[in-house]
């Protein structure tokens, strides 16, 4: 499986996306008006062809008649004066209405929300908005984005102030989506808020610049801390659990250097205290993989072959048939050479373990375009077809519960994949069941200039 | 001038500080310990050592403390080799421009390699240019 981003499901598809719904508002609107016009051109088109034929009959005076039909031409005035007048009101009041709501419901969101316009004035901004920036709202409406930045001493994670043109609400008005922007806000009490940012174009009419932009601002100081904290537990961790183990394998290892004890049996505890170590690296390694952080990596210009010399020199104490390499002329790369190594010392590890009558295990390193190509391979057990599709996954062992269960968490190959795909390149594997298998990842080569 | 060839090991874990000293010490050189970066500084002013073996956590004052102070107070008089579980050892090393460093749990013949090494590399530094 590989690591693809996959496209925001909340990002707006196309520019312009509501045209259909406005010009459905504006058409109700129309054949709301129409109706209304309608129902007063027949109510008044009666009055005028009924009224004085009615009051013709009832009145025979023709003074009386006058004088009642200047007060009949007077009531109509009246009562249609009246209707407008209510009629307006309503209109009015549902428009004033719908326009509390609106703002109630952006008041009422935690996030801070901020609208822009192309000019890169504040048009609008809710409550939550106006309490990060320290304004009331309506002081807020009409400032200058840049103000309201400088207002809020927004700042990049680093410390520097974020310029107006950095920030994402700006590059919305160039027409992006931007999602997952960090920075942090100076809060009402003085504290650090840290904040998340996303932000996009609104478009009225597709085609045309964006007419609008419009900011969400998150609070994520507490996810912030909670990150903060684990870093601090996983580095207590690897300390408590690592120093032990190093102080076990050290006495093992000079007692055996003394001529004290069983070489032998000291041996099985150097071996076993360096499994163990390796499989706190590797726990540590994926809680932090999980938080996408992942740990640093410290790339330099090495020549995989010689990597895989040290490495096949490491594992010479764990197999009775030593780990060939094959390499030809340097294959230079831009990576760190420590997690490389890990990354073959996990494939080697799991072939050694998966080829349980021994054979002989292989590191080739190769040259295969602009990408270098490490392959481990094995004579081993291989792993079942039905169970390939799942290789990867973690905490997945394709040989659990079976005769060839020779043990391991299911983190190694999960970790390894990642440390590659953090270098830019893939990892894949074949199997032949009883036939053994190859597992092989790419890098990119380093150009060939000066170190 | 003669160089500084006197070991100190500034770890908090007694078995682990044990060990290095008998190591060491079975290697032929001499070794001081402290259980922490305050009583390794008070080590360092009654004699200078080579080359000194740093933990990075330890209680009252931590590695990275102690660097700081001792970079301060003495410059590069002493070769530093942190000595770290850290998932990134080298790193480490570099954030207190440490000379070397060791992972653990480590090969005890790379203890003695790492200080043989900078003791040599000391050594050479001191050397007056012919």
């Known amino acids: ?451 | 001038m003669s160089c500084a060839s006197g070991l100190l090991v500034v770890e908090d874990d007694p078995d682990l500080s044990g060990l290095m000293s008998m190591i060491l010490g079975d290697a032929g050189y001499s070794v001081r310990v402290a259980e922490n970066g305050a009583v390794a500084l008070a080590r360092v002013a009654e004699e200078m050592p080579g080359v000194i073996l740093l933990d990075m956590r330890m209680p009252v004052m931590n590695g990275w403390e102690f660097a700081r102070e001792f970079r301060a107070r003495y410059g590069r008089a002493a070769r530093i080799i942190v000595v770290t579980a850290a998932e990134n050892a080298r790193l480490r090393a570099q954030e207190i421009e440490a000379d070397g460093w060791l992972e653990k749990p480590f090969e005890l013949d790379a203890v003695l390699d790492a200080v043989a090494s900078q003791l040599a590399a000391s050594a050479a530094a001191a050397e007056p240019p012919a």
């Open chain 1, 1 to 451: 499986m590989e690591i693809v981003r996959a496209p925001n499901m909340l990002a707006p598809e196309q520019p312009g996306g509501g045209d259909a719904e406005r010009g459905e508002i504006v058409r109700l609107g129309r054949r709301t008006a129409l109706r209304i016009v309608v129902v007063y051109l027949l109510v008044g088109a009666a009055w005028v062809l009924f009224s004085d034929r009615v009051l013709a009959t009832i009145v025979s005076d023709p003074a009386a008649r006058d004088r009642l039909q200047t007060v009949k031409g007077a009531s109509y005035v009246l009562a249609t004066g009246a209707l407008l007048y209510w009629l307006i009101v309503r209109a009015r009041s549902h428009l004033a209405a719908s326009e509390l709501e609106r703002r109630a419901v952006l008041d009422s969101i935690v996030d801070a929300i901020v609208v822009v316009d192309p000019s890169g004035t504040v048009v609008d901004l809710n409550a939550a908005a106006a309490r990060l920036a320290g304004l009331s709202q309506r002081n807020g409406r009409g400032l200058p984005l840049a103000e309201l930045l400088a207002r809020g001493r927004f700042k990049h994670l680093d410390g520097r102030p974020l310029a107006v043109e950095d920030s994402a609400t700006s590059r919305a008005l160039q027409g992006e989506t931007v999602g997952g922007f960090e920075c942090t806000v100076q809060g009402p009490d003085g504290s650090t808020v840290f904040t998340h940012v996303s932000a996009s174009p609104v478009y009225v009419q597709s085609g045309a610049a964006p007419h609008r932009a419009v900011a969400v601002i998150r609070d994520v100081t507490d996810v912030r801390r909670f990150e903060v904290a684990r870093e601090e537990f996983l580095s207590t961790a690897a300390h408590e659990l690592k120093t032990p183990l190093a102080v076990t394998k050290a006495y093992a290892q000079l007692m055996k250097r003394r001529g004290q004890g069983d070489p032998a049996a000291l041996s099985v505890i150097e071996r076993q205290t360096d499994r163990l170590a390796r499989i706190v690296q590797q726990l540590l390694e994926v809680s932090r993989f999980r938080s996408g952080r992942g740990g640093e990596l410290r790339r330099e210009r090495f020549d995989l072959g010689d990597v895989a010399d040290d490495v096949a020199q490491r594992m010479r104490r764990l197999t009775v048939d030593p780990v060939r390499v094959e390499r030809s002329d340097a294959i230079l790369v831009l990576a760190d050479p420590d997690r490389i190594a890990q990354v073959m010392v996990n494939l080697v590890e799991n072939a050694i373990r998966f080829s349980p009558l021994g054979g002989e295990v292989a590191i080739a390193v190769r040259r295969r375009a602009t990408e270098a190509v490490v392959s481990v391979r094995d004579h081993g057990v291989g792993i079942p077809p039905e169970r390939q599709d799942r290789v990867f996954e973690r905490f997945y062992r394709a040989h659990a519960g079976t005769s060839q269960d020779y043990g391991g968490l299911g983190l190694g190959l999960d970790v390894s994949r990642e440390i590659v795909a953090r270098h830019g390149g893939r990892m894949w594997f074949e199997s032949e069941p009883g036939q053994g298998s190859t597992f092989s990842f790419s890098l990119p080569i380093a150009e060939e200039t000066a170190a």
